[in-house]
């Protein structure tokens, strides 16, 4: 009798420790990394890249439901006063008419789950709106209409708890010549005479026609004398240029053949915005912190004025097996930021958890019908 008690209460001890399982696997697992200036947390922010949400069984009903539940487990652990998703909010948002994105909006608000009572921006991301070829500023503008905090050209300025924050459209200052990129100059430039007011207490006058240059060569022509790391947290979808940093190279990682672009243009030689728009940045800007993506892996990066880059891995397994997310601190000083950077399950460690269910089940079954074939055999 005990030996049958106890194979009928294997399946529910099987079904169980799989709940718990999932449970466990679900809530991150985070890590403080080491900054030029590390603190003690005080504020947090949630910052991760945006999932990609394209349609089918297999990331509807597996990959969609898990990313649900690590944003809702991610909520309750990391208890953040804001979200910020980087870019690629869709896997094919430049092919998708209107009437398709909308679902996709949808379903990315249903994945975000708890975090839609918060404050959250978006940056667009060069799956959202496309490559150099297919940029189209109608388009963009009705993609950004429909994100929260962002401009007709996708790029917006905020602040929350006396942090301001500045995001960009990177995708623009990759494509040369193009109208969307002189409206990304625009900011820029907005947010320079900001800075200068901010620190001087005067207006300075500016007339925007003049100022704007017909090729990235004039971007180096415009100088803050603000010192480095004064100005506002960064946001944008393509790291800035870091080529003296053989670990974070986007060349030393599988991100092209991995995303798939392919034909000419600017993703054949870089992954980064261009040297010259990133001097125009920091000369600009003076970004306290930078906050980047696209290259789907972490990496703590800090450019030669000591200014800091923190380009987030992607939490999609459409992207990596081992999804990730940063969570950023920020501090009384404009340098002081903690980050922290958290990991999801592996999605081959998922499935092989549920293969090894099945089969366990399976091999149930066949033990507890031996007995029946037995006796039908004879």
């Given at each position: 009798?005990g ?10 001890i ?39 949400c ?35 909010v ?27 009572g ?6 667009l991301g060069?799956?959202?709106?496309g ?8 388009s ?67 007339n ?33 240029d870091?080529r ?10 599988n ?67 081992d ?7 920020f ?8 980050v ?39």
């Amino acid at each position: 009798m005990g030996a049958i008690a106890w194979s009928s209460l294997l399946p529910l001890i099987i079904v169980s420790s799989l709940i718990m399982y999932e449970e466990w696997v679900s809530t991150p697992s985070c890590k403080i990394i080491p900054g030029p200036d590390p603190h003690e947390n005080e504020l947090g922010r949630g910052t991760e890249d945006g999932g990609n949400c394209p349609a089918g069984y297999l990331n509807r009903y597996f990959r969609d439901y898990y990313m649900a539940k690590f944003f809702r487990k991610s909520f309750h652990s990391v208890n953040p006063d804001m979200l910020l998703v980087l870019g690629d909010v869709s896997a094919k948002g430049s092919e998708l008419t209107r009437s398709h994105w909308l679902p996709v909006l949808n379903q990315f608000d249903q994945m975000l789950g708890p975090f839609l009572g918060l404050p959250f921006h978006v940056t667009l991301g060069d799956r959202d709106v496309g490559e150099c070829s297919g940029l189209n500023p109608k388009s963009v503008n009705w993609i950004a209409g429909n994100l929260p905090g962002l401009d007709s050209a996708g790029c917006g300025a905020f602040e929350i708890s006396n942090v301001s924050f500045v995001s960009l459209n990177a995708v623009a200052l990759l494509c040369g010549n193009n109208k969307l990129r002189f409206s990304v100059e625009k900011v820029i430039e907005r947010e320079r005479i900001d800075l200068r007011m901010d620190e001087e207490g005067t207006a300075e006058a500016i007339n925007y026609s003049g100022k704007f240059s017909e090729t990235y060569n004039d971007f180096a022509g415009r100088e803050n004398d603000m010192p480095s790391g004064s100005g506002p947290v960064l946001l944008l979808h393509f790291p800035l240029d870091r080529r003296d940093d053989s670990k974070c190279s986007p060349e030393s990682s599988n991100t092209r053949e991995s995303r798939g672009f392919l034909g000419p243009g600017p993703y054949d030689l870089s992954h980064t915005v261009p040297p010259n728009a990133t001097e125009y940045i920091f000369q600009s800007i003076k970004p306290s912190i930078i906050f980047s993506a696209h290259t789907h892996e972490f990496c703590d990066h800090t450019h030669p004025d000591g200014t800091r880059e923190v380009t987030v891995s992607a939490m999609t397994w459409k992207a990596r097996d081992d999804p990730g997310f940063v969570v950023a601190s920020f501090h009384g000083n404009r340098r002081g930021v903690s980050v922290s950077y958290c990991s999801l399950a592996r999605e081959s460690h998922i499935l092989l958890a549920y293969a090894s269910v099945l089969v366990l089940l399976s091999s149930f079954v066949l033990v507890a019908n031996i007995p029946q074939w037995r006796s039908l055999n004879h």
